[in-house]
């Protein structure tokens, strides 16, 4: 199983932008889909983004897409998440999340994901 770990979040005024990475460990993450959720306080955790592992393909949720983009360096076994034009409805804690195969089509259920990261919070204020 592949050990995540995030970083990259904080306090970021609406407008402005972030840039979240996630580093894995123990195995390559070019075996997975890799992905992007989060988590608002009393709600529930929501697909952001996803990327197959040639990187050839990505999905987004409409509330982010033209905003953020995903990426992903097989090489460094790092994916990120740059998010632009941030709102304030985007706080919430940033999950790294690796699928169940190389695939992301489709894939935005939280089940799909077998290995998650501890989490990075993302404040936007306003």
């Known amino acids: 199983q592949v050990h995540l770990v995030e970083s990259g979040g904080g306090l970021v005024q609406a407008g402005g932008s972030q840039r979240l990475s996630c580093v894995a460990s123990g195995r390559s993450i070019s075996e997975y889909c890799m992905g992007w959720f989060r988590q608002a306080p009393g709600k529930e955790r929501e697909f952001v983004a996803g990327?197959?592992?040639?990187?050839?393909?990505?999905n987004y949720a409409d509330s982010v897409k033209g905003r953020f983009t995903i990426s992903r360096d097989n090489a460094k076994n790092t994916v990120d998440l740059q998010m632009n034009s941030l709102k304030v409805e985007d706080t919430a804690v940033y999950y790294c999340a690796a699928g169940v195969s190389r695939w992301c089509s489709g894939a935005t259920r939280p089940e799909y994901f077998t290995s998650w990261g501890q989490g990075t919070q993302v404040t936007v204020s306003s």
């Open positions: 990327r197959g592992w040639s990187g050839g393909s990505t």
